[in-house]
């Protein structure tokens, strides 16, 4: 890059934005549709493989003059954003990817062989927080990623707000609890981190609390009553002559 650094980012995360030097660049929708998919595989494909999946319902031929075009107007910002050869295009090791920072900590969260203190931050939380494109035209490639990512965050956040508990920072761990159960209210194992922060915390009213919502939740979307675990975790509860019991619903 002419012997100067001009750092590139590349956000998939709660929408696309392309930036170099911090600002940023205007990108047609072609061109971000090419660039979030090779951002997404993560590793070089075929130009005839990625102009069939980008534009399935064209002939081969038309696809190929798409995909010649979005590749003419990615080189228009002046820097290496696709590294592109005779037969394969990637995107350029140049670009940093808040997805792969965010699945690289995801998975890192849910390996309990390694120690997370440094990724147990807000800026984790945040992207954790955020759906893959999600206001992006539905089509099957970008249905998958979606769900694969959804499915990885969800997963991640539940062993945050364990971590979290853990090391007794309770304010965090709800929040990432209460973040894991927002994205995903009939996920009962949301709902058990959730819980067991609040307990952790002493705050038994609001694991009570916690459980019956879920409990709304479930009979009025499923039909279903909470699991046997999850109602394990409800805090003891006394009657007015002292004898203690659990309450919960159907008990």
Request: some cysteine; hydrophobic content about 40%; charged content about 20%.
């Amino acid at each position: 890059m002419n012997g100067q650094s001009h750092p590139i980012s590349l956000r998939l995360l709660k929408g696309f934005a392309l930036t170099i030097d911090h600002t940023r660049i205007p990108v047609c929708s072609s061109t971000q549709r090419l660039l979030a998919f090779l951002a997404l595989q993560d590793m070089p494909r075929s130009r005839a493989y990625v102009a069939g999946i980008l534009w399935p319902n064209v002939t081969t031929s038309r696809a190929n003059a798409n995909l010649r075009s979005s590749l003419w107007r990615a080189t228009r910002p002046g820097h290496p954003i696709i590294d592109v050869s005779s037969h394969e295009l990637a995107i350029s090791k140049d670009i940093v990817v808040d997805l792969h920072q965010s699945v690289a900590r995801a998975h890192r969260l849910l390996d309990n062989s390694r120690t997370c203190d440094d990724i147990l931050t807000m800026q984790t939380l945040t992207d954790l927080s955020a759906d893959l494109l999600p206001e992006w035209p539905e089509n099957d490639w970008m249905l998958i990623e979606q769900e694969q990512y959804r499915q990885l965050r969800l997963y991640a956040l539940e062993a945050m707000t364990e971590r979290l508990t853990a090391a007794r920072r309770h304010g965090e761990a709800v929040a990432a609890g209460l973040t894991a159960v927002r994205t995903e209210p009939l996920r009962e194992s949301a709902h058990h981190v959730l819980m067991r922060a609040h307990l952790a915390a002493g705050n038994r009213g609001a694991a009570l609390r916690q459980y019956e919502q879920c409990r709304r939740t479930l009979q009025n979307e499923l039909g279903l009553e909470p699991s046997a675990s999850l109602r394990a975790l409800l805090p003891p509860r006394t009657e007015h002559n002292g004898r203690s019991r659990l309450q919960h619903s159907g008990a």
